[in-house]
Nanobody, 116 residues
Framework: QVQLVESGGGLVQPGGSLRLSCTASGFTFSSKSMSWYRQAEGKERELVATITPAGGSTKYADSVKGRFTISRDNAKNTVYLEMNSLKPEDTAVYYC?????????WGQGTQVTVSS
């Protein structure tokens, strides 16, 4: 079965950095685009970044452009989100997502808190 497991979240001060990981299993990872989403308390889940199967193309939400970088290692079945210059408004639960045959699969999420 499809499994996505996120890790790397935590508490960081404004201006700090974190690197999130999402390790996948149960499908051919190298053939699927992967995405990171986030959901802040009381808000809707929003798309943060997407990467194509070979990693040749990426897309970002305007709010994170220039600060976040999505990447992947197909040999490790893992997608990453490098987050720099973090702001309090980046505080959220971060999820990775894959769509297979029109079905969306999500990980359990990892909490990122940006606070002094």
């Amino acid at each position: 079965q499809v499994q996505l497991v996120e890790s790397g979240g935590g508490l960081v001060q404004p201006g700090g950095s974190l690197r999130l990981s999402c390790t996948a299993s149960g499908f051919t990872f190298s053939s699927k685009s992967m995405s990171w989403y986030r959901q802040a308390e009381g808000k809707e889940r929003e798309l943060v970044a997407t990467i194509t199967p070979a990693g040749g193309s990426t897309k970002y939400a305007d709010s994170v452009k220039g600060r976040f970088t999505i990447s992947r290692d197909n040999a490790k079945n893992t997608v990453y989100l490098e987050m720099n210059s973090l702001k309090p408004e980046d505080t959220a639960v971060y999820y990775c997502k894959v769509v297979i045959y029109a079905i969306a699969y999500w990980g359990q999420g990892t909490q990122v808190t940006v606070s002094s």
